[in-house]
């Protein structure tokens, strides 16, 4: 039976396990997992390939549009979710 | 005729591995692969935490990427196991299921992009064994490596290849740059990294560290693997161990470089000596011709 | 057994092929709690002692004539086995006796503390995430009559 049927009053919270937050995080922003560090870029060009790969640590339009997909779906909610700040705002109500 | 390939990266490998994206771009016209860049590709994206945090989300991207290869009308080669599950995974889907894939299009429609199945989804593996040819990588093969140890990691998404035959694919490869791979005895343990979202001290000790003493104990001069994943999560553990005190020093090779050096490519032109694990050992070897 | 019963979907465990990523127990603690905990999976994955590349997976295999149903003493019983022969226990019913996590004989359903109650694997309503994603595909869903030509 789901939490749903059980406790039919209760306020969904929408979370996710901590591990999966920072990568889920850094896709929204970065559309991709890793950060590409300055001395990365630096090994790069050393190797004669483009400082920022043709992804979308290169091209910012790809950031949006990967965000505005996920925008459409719960993901969005539940990792932007941040209980600290939903606290302050009940209490300025 | 050389082949054409949209070519993904994924996350890992242009951010934390740029050697393998050099050495990946210095074989293929050796290899007549034509590399066709996505651009505006972004994280595939990652199965075990996408996949399970929100299906939609999963999808919707992954669908994106494809929709970017199919674009410049070319088979996508992916040189990340995790990447290949996704796109792959996604890939059938989305053309088994009319439905979903209207569904899913009237999301990319408004970015101005469609996807409608026309292109495969090919495994870095793949596209050697079976479009390359392995006749063509020995003909082209100038640095001998026959006295190299090398432990193999091959990742787990391998052994979901139909008939595992991407796990025969790595072997058959290795057996035809001539190099000698030693059984460590722990060949198809997990890296670990699934392991992490719950514990990565857990991950580190039961799976890293155990697979890295293996690989310590059967004295290898590096490790080869085709997973960026496996890789990091290996490459961490080592600089992680370090601070306790424990140090292996095994260096960590994308297969993609070592077909690079057996090429005869100086290990310097594709970075070999500014890995995060020390190689000055192995390329010392590889300068002596593998003894 | 009948033709109907060897229909029915059972999962089906391919130790050579398991790398002991443990991401089943993930993906099934995630799907029934929102959480990576393997604590809190239906299923349980762990390294053979002699051999610690090699696992063995304890898993529900909603057995024919479960012991589990057996064991429950609500009225109506609170674990029933369905007409697709998934196995489950029913929360608002059940009253934490721990029988059932006595009957099964490989102890497949846990009592939970913050609910009070038994939980044990539900088949995912047909299709178990822990088949779905698993890393290699040694877990894998089948008809009773694959599983058992399997078994040998």
Not at chain 1, 17 to 40: D, E, M, S
Not at chain 2, 149 to 161: H, R
Not at chain 2, 184 to 206: I, W
Not at chain 3, 122 to 129: I, L, N, T
Request: charged residues 25%; hydrophobic residues 35%.
């Amino acid at each position: 039976m789901s939490d749903e049927q059980l406790y039919p009053w209760r306020k969904k919270v929408k979370t996710l396990p901590p591990t999966f937050k920072n990568p889920i995080a850094n896709i929204i922003h970065l559309g991709h997992i890793p950060k590409l560090v300055t001395t990365r870029e630096k090994i790069r060009e050393t190797l004669g390939i483009n400082r920022k790969p043709p992804t979308a640590y290169g091209i910012e339009s790809a950031k949006v549009e990967v965000q505005e997909l996920i925008k459409r779906t719960e993901l969005y909610d539940k990792a932007t979710w941040n209980p600290t700040k939903e606290q302050t705002e009940r209490e300025s109500d | 005729m050389s082949k054409s390939y949209a070519l993904f990266l994924g996350c890992y490998i242009p951010a934390l591995q740029p050697f393998a994206e050099a050495s990946l771009r210095q074989i293929a016209p050796r290899l007549n692969m034509k590399l066709i860049d996505m651009k505006g590709a972004t994280c595939c994206p990652v199965p075990e935490i996408v996949r399970l945090a929100d299906h939609n989300a999963w999808l919707y991207v992954s669908a994106r990427n494809l929709a970017l290869a199919e674009s410049l009308g070319k088979d996508i080669m992916v040189v990340c196991n995790g990447c290949w599950e996704t796109l792959y995974d996604s890939r059938e889907a989305l053309i088994n299921n009319p439905p979903l894939m209207a569904e899913v299009n009237s999301k990319l429609l408004p970015l101005g992009k469609e996807f409608e199945g026309k292109i495969k989804v090919k495994h870095f593996l793949e596209v050697i064994v079976e479009d390359i040819g392995l006749k063509s990588l020995k003909t082209e093969l100038k640095q001998p490596l026959s006295k190299l140890k090398v432990a193999v990691q091959y990742g787990c998404k391998l052994y979901k290849s139909l008939d595992e035959k991407f796990v025969s694919y790595f072997d058959d490869i290795i057996q035809t740059l001539g190099v000698k791979t030693v059984k460590y005895g722990a060949e198809k343990l997990c890296c670990g990294f699934p392991l992490s979202l719950y514990s990565l001290d857990k991950a580190m000790e039961e799976r890293s560290k155990y697979k890295l003493d293996k690989m310590q104990t059967a004295k290898v001069d590096c490790m080869v693997t085709t997973c960026p994943g496996c890789y990091d999560v290996l490459e961490k553990a080592q600089l992680l161990l370090r601070r306790q005190g424990i140090r292996y020093e095994i260096p960590m090779l994308n297969l993609i470089e070592l077909i690079a050096i057996s090429l005869g490519f100086q290990p310097q032109e594709i970075g070999l000596d500014q890995h995060r694990i020390k190689t000055d050992a192995l390329i010392t070897k590889i300068g002596r011709g593998g003894n | 057994m009948s033709d109907e019963l060897l229909k029915q979907k059972v999962l089906i465990y391919d130790a050579e092929k398991c790398s002991g990523c443990y991401y089943c127990m993930i993906v099934c603690s995630f799907y029934h709690f929102e959480e990576a905990d393997l604590e809190k999976a239906y299923l349980r994955v762990n390294p053979d002692e002699s051999n610690p590349t090699m696992f063995v997976n304890a898993y529900c295999a909603h057995c024919e004539h479960p012991f589990c149903v057996a064991a429950c003493p609500t009225d109506p019983p609170a674990i029933t086995k369905d007409d697709r022969g998934f196995v489950s226990i029913d929360q608002m019913r059940c009253i934490g006796c721990r029988s059932c996590n006595y009957a099964c004989p490989i102890s497949i359903p846990v009592y939970e503390d913050a609910s009070r109650t038994s939980n044990k694997c539900d088949f995912c309503d047909g299709e178990p995430r822990c088949a779905k994603y698993c890393s290699t595909g040694a877990l894998q869903v089948v008809s009773r009559r694959e599983a058992k030509e399997a078994r040998g």
